[in-house]
């Protein structure tokens, strides 16, 4: 078990056992953020591609996803579309 300093928690957690993708922004990832942090934002994003009804062969909506991604993990936060309300 692989334990880093978590930029979005703010704590000591179990790290990710590889980048999530390729590339820079995955290394980055793998090396700040932990397993717990990154399942929050694959809860995110999937509320996000369903309300927004994202089409992620479209490069706007990947594109959008990538600048909340940021804002959720290394930011002040993703917002939550406008009316959403939890079930």
Known sequence: MR??????LKNLAEG????PFPGAKGE??????SKEAWNLWLNHQTMLINEY?????????????????DKFLFGAGS???PGFVEK
């Open 28 to 33: 980055k990832i793998f090396a700040q953020v």
């Open 53 to 69: 009804r994202l089409n992620l062969i479209d490069a706007k909506s990947r594109a959008f996803l990538l600048e909340e991604l």
């Open 79 to 81: 917002e939550k579309p």
């Open 16 to 19: 990710l056992e590889r980048p």
């Open 3 to 8: 334990m880093i300093n978590c930029v979005k």
